[in-house]
């Protein structure tokens, strides 16, 4: 029976739905520790890997995509996001950027919004990994009407928009084929445990 103010008083709130509340409240942890990881790997390899802009989309979109694949949560991305973006204010990485937050908040959010539109063919590693470069890719696109409305430069962008676009969608569909690509081998895994 609710009590005057219409909840239900804390006796009364079963084990089922204590359990319940606790395993949402690991799978949103889960998923903004998966985004502070990105970006913890984004400041330990931002000058030793120089693949090209975007490379970072390597990680953030394979961390990206597993927590959206693992998690049922409808906003599974925009939360990992989240974590991401929350990281980006810590000062030990010295990431130099103060709109990188909008950066993976974006990507976030276009997957889970791409991903919810796609639900019929979200299955086929080839569409995911189209979702991830297509998130990753807002990142250069983003970074232009920054650069218009703030005046911050990014070196990315010195020889114009054409090619970080697409090197960040190609390194952004990598990110996310690695990361189905390692939730079908431990779904794998774990069948053939059973």
Do not use: C
Not at 17 to 37: K, M, N, P, T, Y
Not at 59 to 73: E, F, K, N, P
Not at 100 to 119: N, P, R
Request: charged fraction near 15%; hydrophobic fraction near 45%.
């Amino acid at each position: 029976m609710k009590n005057t103010s219409g909840s239900w008083p804390l006796g009364r709130v079963s084990k089922g739905s204590q359990s319940s509340v606790r395993s949402e409240v690991l799978d949103i942890a889960r998923l903004v520790v998966f985004g502070a990881l990105a970006v913890a790997l984004h400041a330990a390899t931002r000058r030793r890997l120089e693949l090209g802009p975007g490379h970072q989309g390597l990680t953030w979109i394979a961390l990206l995509m597993i927590g959206r694949l693992t998690s049922s949560r409808r906003w599974a991305g925009a939360t990992a996001a989240l974590g991401a973006a929350g990281a980006t204010f810590l000062p030990i990485w010295r990431l130099g950027d103060p709109f990188l937050w909008i950066e993976y908040l974006t990507a976030g959010i276009t997957v889970d919004v791409s991903y919810g539109k796609f639900s019929g063919w979200r299955d086929k590693p080839w569409v995911l990994a189209l979702l991830g470069g297509f998130a990753h890719a807002t990142k250069p696109l983003l970074r232009l009407v920054i650069t218009g409305f703030s005046g911050w430069r990014y070196e990315s962008l010195i020889a114009g928009l054409p090619y970080p676009l697409t090197t960040h969608f190609v390194f952004g569909a990598l990110g996310a084929l690695i990361g189905t690509a390692l939730i079908g081998a431990m779904r794998y895994r774990s069948a053939r445990s059973r």
